[in-house]
Nanobody, 121 residues
Framework: VQLQASGGGLVQAGGSLRLSCAAT????????MGWFRRAPGSEREFVAAITRGGSNRYYAESVKGRFTISRVNAKNTAYLQMNVLKPEDAAVYFCAAGLTASMSSTTYAYWGQGTLVTVSS
């Protein structure tokens, strides 16, 4: 499966963005989906994950209550709605597909290319 992340951009602190992860090649209904991010000079970190049917969602503590992960399997797309953005949310955001909704990046076999989110203070 090939993943294409989009929707990044420049936003002021307190603003919102919605990232999309469009899949081609195979249906994402076979996979759990995850979002990760990497800020300059930092390691890649888990942001959110959702199970195949969407019934279970998991979030990093730093984004809980502000970010929402979702998916529309019929559109072969996953989303990350980001609200009340903070400067520390600025990073390259990656979507990933794997067999398990996990906080560990090693469980995801397929990765998108990343989309840049910049948050101005």
């Amino acid at each position: 499966v090939q993943l294409q992340a989009s929707g990044g951009g420049l936003v002021q602190a307190g603003g919102s963005l919605r990232l999309s992860c469009a899949a081609t090649g195979r249906t994402i209904s076979s996979y759990s989906m995850g979002w990760f991010r990497r800020a300059p000079g930092s390691e890649r970190e888990f942001v959110a994950a959702i199970t195949r049917g969407g019934s279970n969602r998991y979030y990093a503590e730093s984004v809980k209550g502000r970010f929402t992960i979702s998916r529309v399997n019929a559109k072969n797309t996953a989303y990350l709605q980001m609200n009340v953005l903070k400067p520390e949310d600025a990073a390259v955001y990656f979507c990933a597909a794997g067999l398990t909704a996990s906080m560990s990046s090693t469980t995801y076999a397929y990765w998108g290319q990343g989309t840049l989110v910049t948050v101005s203070s």
